[in-house]
């Protein structure tokens, strides 16, 4: 008996600690469509579920870990969104897809789902009163009818103002205010420069949650630099102030290394690539456990490099009979990232399919990988195309995109027999002249 309490315990701690919550509902109109699970778990949005509505458009996914944050349902080409705030609770909600664009959600249950959304309600109609009403209300004198009518439209949306016992919805108001912060003087970038130190390093997770940490962290370089026009000064002072970032969130912790992400993300590698550098040299030079997030900014950064050894990259399904990039043996391999969707693409692959008749002839070959998010189109845009051609229809969470550092399309790598860089280009015509 004894030992079955205790098996108990532990099965019954296991589950806490692996706690996992369902959004359901359902989706008008968007009948046996994929619909993909976002959340933020860093510096940016990780894709976590993808679920395919039933034929009246119902759905049910499970957030598969523990999680306070934003969640976002969008569809295959994320020009459709809803956004979702959770404290780890169930979620139920219906809405409407017209246009290409979700409408109208709803919430039936999730206490903190239901109090966001009463919340960006009010966001919506205070920003009519705040910037749009005193412009109309001036061609107005006091005695006129439509100006009393506005005055009572601005008293019933002060009301509205949902007032939150709610944690998460509580520090969402109080970091979005931060975020979008009206900053007008030295003076006050300096006050709330300091403001956001505080939440980076004394914050919880909220803040990885609520996806403001990367927006706070440029808000803080960018307020550091606040009037300055030089740019060796600007470069200079930005340096120590990641310096300082890193010091004070500790670059060991996930928290530090969040940050981390987040000024790999935020800096144009343009401007900033120098410095970026060394940031990059003091990851490899962690001991600890570190982030995947900036495991995979590391990798990505370290495929620039002639000479390193690619990510492998691992078939779903077998293709021509290859499991994986590495499974292709030729004398020299082309990785080309491309989309049925992407105009430069479409241009390109004429060109891409000319070179290849020699490129195979002398031993090479081809793995074409696709950031297509529609089977339909990704077929027909493959056809006349006799390389290998792969697409897991995940448009930029395909695999391969983040560890290769992948920001457009076409991006062409050319590796040779064991899978090592020889040049990265974005026009086949570049490999041409190599």
């Not at 919506?124 to 009518?149: G, Q, W």
């Not at 009206?182 to 609520?210: M, Q, W």
């Amino acid at each position: 008996m004894k030992n079955l309490v205790s098996f108990l315990a532990v099965v019954f701690f296991t589950l806490s600690v692996n706690a996992q919550f369902t959004i359901s509902g359902q989706i008008k109109n968007f009948a046996d469509s994929n619909l993909m699970v976002r959340i933020f778990k860093g510096a940016d949005e990780q894709l976590v579920n993808k679920v395919k509505t039933d034929a009246n458009g119902k759905f049910s996914v499970n957030i598969p870990e523990k999680y306070s944050g934003l969640v976002h349902l969008t569809d295959h080409s994320r020009q459709a969104s809803i956004e979702v705030l959770t404290n780890n609770e169930n979620v139920s909600l219906s809405a409407t897809y017209q246009n290409g664009q979700f409408f109208k959600p709803e919430f039936s249950q999730g206490k903190t789902a239901m109090g966001f959304d009463s919340y960006q309600t009010y966001q919506s109609y205070n920003d009519l009163r705040v910037n749009v009403f005193p412009i109309i209300k001036a061609l107005y004198t006091t005695e006129d009818e439509f100006f009393k009518a506005l005055t009572k439209e601005e008293d019933r949306i002060v009301k509205m103002s949902p007032a939150s016992d709610l944690p998460l919805l509580k520090y969402y108001t109080q970091v979005n205010e931060l975020a979008n912060a009206n900053v007008n003087s030295k003076n006050e970038a300096d006050i709330y420069k300091n403001k956001i130190l505080h939440r980076l390093v004394n914050d919880n997770n909220f803040l990885e949650g609520t996806g403001f940490l990367s927006k706070l962290v440029l808000d803080y370089l960018r307020y550091s630099i606040f009037g300055a026009t030089d740019q060796n000064s600007i470069n200079t002072t930005v340096e120590k102030e990641i310096d300082f970032l890193l010091e004070k969130t500790d670059i060991e912790t996930p928290r530090g290394q969040n940050v981390l992400s987040a000024v790999f993300m935020v800096l144009p590698k343009e401007q900033f690539g120098s410095m970026l550098t060394k940031y990059y040299s003091k990851v490899d030079a962690l001991t600890c456990e570190i982030t995947d997030e900036l495991r995979t900014s590391v990798s990505a950064h370290n495929m620039t490099k002639p000479g390193s050894v690619v990510p492998n990259i691992v078939f779903d399904k077998p293709v021509k009979g290859y499991k994986s990039l590495y499974d292709v043996k030729a004398d020299k391999k082309i990785v080309f990232f491309w989309a049925s969707w992407c105009p430069a693409c479409r241009d390109e692959l004429p060109f891409v399919k000319e070179y290849y008749e020699n490129f195979k002839k002398e031993g090479g070959e081809i793995i074409a990988i696709s950031l297509d998010y529609e089977d339909a189109a990704f077929k027909e845009a493959i056809k006349g195309y006799d390389w290998i051609n792969y697409t897991e229809l995940l448009q930029w969470e395909t695999q391969g995109v983040s560890a290769y550092g992948v920001t457009s399309t076409p991006t062409l790598f050319l590796i040779d027999k064991d899978n090592k860089l020889i040049k990265q280009v974005d026009h086949i015509s570049k490999l041409v002249e190599l």
